[in-house]
């Protein structure tokens, strides 16, 4: 597999490298793209979690609070 980095990815890769903390360009990359796929995973549960409240709210599935006090109380489910 080859990839084509720009001069600025490059110069970034070898500072990680000269850094000590990655043996090599492999082991950057490696770890740049579990982070990306991480990040990838995040993503879609905050989009999957958004459309379901977007249809409660649509829904009229919903309760109004006053304060950040009275939502952290309703999110714990205390009275």
Do not use: C
Request: glycine content about 6%; charged content about 30%; proline content about 1%.
């Amino acid at each position: 597999m080859n990839i084509s980095l720009t001069p600025e990815l490059e110069s970034a890769i070898k500072r990680k490298v000269d850094s000590g903390l990655y043996n090599n360009a492999s082991e950057v990359i490696r770890e740049a793209l579990r982070i990306a796929l991480k990040h990838d995973q995040e993503n879609d549960w905050l989009q999957r979690e958004a459309a379901i409240g977007y249809a409660q709210l649509e829904a009229g599935e919903v309760t109004q609070v006053s304060s950040k006090e009275e939502f952290i109380k309703m999110v714990r489910g205390e009275d």
